[in-house]
């Protein structure tokens, strides 16, 4: 009887833990639908001084990616279309 109940706590505590590591990045390319770009672009620029030109950028690569990364800046590896995509000079063109 004991050992059900640890095994029910440890499947519990993997689940939480699962679910809290999903969470924390933001899913991957490609796991965001157009709809949700809006949003994650608003959460993505909400720190910045330069709100409506990070927006139109956030949300022009989140179209193409279908990914915004996790924060309001860097973490750009979570998604490498969003970091890889580059101005015509070389900079990144993703905020």
């Known amino acids: 009887m004991v050992k059900i109940m640890y095994q029910g706590y440890f499947f ?3 689940l939480s ?4 590591i999903q969470v924390a990045h933001g899913g991957g390319e490609g796991s965001l639908t157009p709809e949700e770009c809006g949003d994650a672009c608003d959460f993505r620029c909400s720190d910045t001084q330069y709100r409506k030109a990070c927006l139109t950028y956030c ?33 990144p063109k993703c905020p």
């Open 17 to 20: 833990m699962s679910f809290v």
């Open 59 to 91: 949300n022009l690569c989140c179209q193409k990616c279908l990914c915004v990364p996790s924060g309001t800046y860097g973490h750009k590896e979570e998604c490498p279309c969003y970091n890889d995509w580059k101005t015509k000079r070389g900079g």
């Open 12 to 14: 519990l505590l993997f």
